[in-house]
C-alpha cells in the first residue's frame, strides 16, 4: 500500500494547525474523508437531489439507483447473503438501539440475561441497561484478564442457558483489543442466544464476514470507515428481522395505512421509515469503493504495523503507561506520569497533533482500568511513521513542559 499516494486523496490532511503540519491520529473518533467521497456528496446535491422510492421521474430514479446501489456494495462487504439483510440507521448506536428495543423488548423477560463485556463503549451498554429495567432481565459482564482480553475460559459461567442476548464489540475503541467475537457467537448459539456484534471500530479496519462470523446482528457506522456522518448499518439475519417490529413509524416504512391499523413494508424498507439519509448512503457506498480498491488486507496489516512501531517507540519515552493487549488493532491508548490527559492532548495539539483524551464513552473501562481517564493515538490508512514519531517527539515536549512548570 503507497501510503503517500492514499494520503494526497484526502484534501484536509494538506493543511497546518497552529503553524504546524496535521498529525490527525483520532481516525477511533471519526476518520477523514477522501476526495471521492466529498465529491459524490456534492454530486449528488447538485445534480439529483431527490427523495427515493417514490417518484419516477427522472432525478427520483437517479437518487433510488444510488441509494439501493449503495446497500448492495455494503452486502457484499459484509458478506451478507442479501439486501433484505442490511438495514440503513443513522450509525451503530441507532442500530444497537433497534436490536434492544424490538428484539428485545419482545423476546426478553425476568428470568433471561443479557452479557456483555467492561469494555463496552456507551453505546453497547446504556440500551441494555435499559432494556433490563424495561423487561426485568438481568446485565451481566464477562471476566477480562489483567491485559483487557476476554477469559474465554470462564465464559461458560457467564453465559448460560438463561442468557437472550450476548453483546461485544468486535474490536475496543480504548484497547485495541480483537474479541474472538465468532467464538462468543457459537456459545451464544449453543444456549439459545443471539449475539450481536459492534463493529464499529472493525469494520473499516480489517475484512469483516458476518456469515463467517455466524452473528445475529452487527452494527457499524458510515463515519468511522471514510464515509459521512449520519448514516450507518445494522446486518440482521433474515429470519429474525422478519419477526421483529418496527420502532419508528411513518411515511416510507408501511405498506397499508387504514384508519384504525397499518402494515409494514418488507425487509428492509419496514424498518427505514421517512426520508432516509440519500446522500449518506450514497457517500458510503463511494467510501467502500475506495477501501476495497486499497483493500482490507493491506490497511489493517499497515495499522498493526504502525500500533506496534507506536508501542515500540513509547518504551523510550518515561512515564508512559500504555494500557491493552499485545496484540491489538490500530489504537494506542495511554497516560503520561501525573500529566492530566486532557492537558497532554493540548500540548500536542499546540503541535499539530490531534489525539483524543478522556474516557472515550467507556467508563466502566476506566474503572476497570483504576484512571479517570486516557489518552488515545489513533491510527488509519492514511498514517505512517513520521506521523508516529512526530506524536512520540511531542509526547517527550509535553513531559518537559510539565516537568518545567511543576519541577
Known amino acids: ?4 499516494a492514499v494520503r494526497k486523496q484526502f484534501p484536509i490532511l494538506d493543511q497546518e ?8 491520529l483520532d481516525s477511533a473518533a471519526t476518520s477523514q474523508k477522501p476526495a471521492q467521497v466529498i465529491e459524490a456528496l456534492d ?3 447538485r445534480r439529483y437531489n431527490s427523495n427515493v422510492h417514490r417518484g419516477v421521474h427522472t432525478l427520483g430514479t437517479l437518487a433510488t439507483d444510488g441509494y439501493e446501489g449503495a446497500r448492495e456494495k455494503i452486502r457484499k462487504f459484509i458478506n451478507a447473503s442479501s439486501t433484505e439483510e442490511v438495514i440503513y440507521t443513522r450509525g451503530t448506536t441507532t442500530a444497537i438501539n433497534l436490536v434492544a428495543q424490538s428484539y428485545g423488548r419482545a423476546n426478553l423477560g425476568p428470568d433471561d440475561e443479557i452479557v456483555i463485556t467492561p469494555m463496552e463503549h456507551h453505546s453497547n451498554i446504556i440500551p441494555w441497561q ?13 471476566e477480562l484478564r489483567k491485559d483487557g482480553t476476554i477469559d474465554m475460559d470462564k465464559i461458560e459461567e457467564t453465559i448460560t442457558d438463561r442468557t437472550k442476548i450476548v453483546a461485544v464489540m468486535h474490536v475496543s475503541n480504548v484497547l485495541g483489543t480483537i474479541n474472538p467475537v465468532k467464538e462468543l457467537a457459537a456459545a451464544a448459539h449453543k444456549h439459545g442466544a443471539v449475539m450481536l456484534v459492534d463493529g464499529a471500530q472493525s469494520t473499516p479496519h480489517m475484512r469483516v464476514d458476518v456469515q463467517d462470523l455466524d452473528c445475529d446482528f452487527f452494527a457499524f457506522s458510515s463515519h468511522k470507515m471514510c464515509g459521512p456522518t449520519g448514516v450507518g448499518v445494522l446486518y440482521g439475519k433474515k429470519a429474525l428481522l422478519e419477526a421483529m417490529e418496527p420502532v419508528e413509524f411513518g411515511g416510507e416504512m408501511i405498506d397499508f395505512v387504514g384508519l384504525q391499523d397499518s402494515t409494514w ?9 421517512g426520508t432516509p439519509i440519500i446522500a449518506g448512503a450514497i457517500g458510503l ?4 469503493d475506495f477501501l476495497e480498491e486499497i483493500g482490507l488486507d493491506d490497511i489493517e496489516q499497515h495499522e498493526h504495523e504502525l500500533a506496534q512501531y507506536a508501542m515500540e517507540q513509547l518504551k523510550e519515552v518515561d512515564g508512559i503507561t500504555v494500557y491493552g493487549p499485545k496484540h491489538r488493532a490500530g489504537i494506542v491508548t495511554f497516560n503520561c506520569d501525573d500529566v492530566h490527559p486532557h492537558d497532554v492532548a493540548t500540548v500536542l495539539d499546540a503541535d499539530g497533533i490531534a489525539v483524543r483524551a478522556g474516557h472515550h464513552c467507556a ?4 474503572k476497570w482500568l483504576d484512571v479517570s481517564a486516557t489518552a488515545r493515538a489513533s491510527f488509519y490508512l492514511y498514517n505512517t511513521k513520521d506521523d508516529v514519531d512526530t506524536f512520540v517527539k511531542g509526547l517527550n515536549k509535553t513531559k518537559e513542559y510539565f516537568g518545567d512548570v511543576f519541577g
Do not use: C, H, S
Open 17 to 24: 494547525v497552529n503553524g504546524q503540519p496535521l498529525v490527525y
Open 130 to 142: 435499559q432494556l433490563a429495567k424495561a423487561t426485568g432481565a438481568a446485565l451481566k459482564y464477562l
Open 1 to 4: 500500500m503507497d501510503v503517500r
Open 363 to 366: 467508563q466502566p473501562l476506566m
Open 265 to 273: 413494508k418488507e425487509l428492509p424498507w419496514k424498518f427505514e421509515g
Open 43 to 45: 454530486d449528488y446535491y
Open 285 to 288: 457506498g463511494v467510501a467502500i
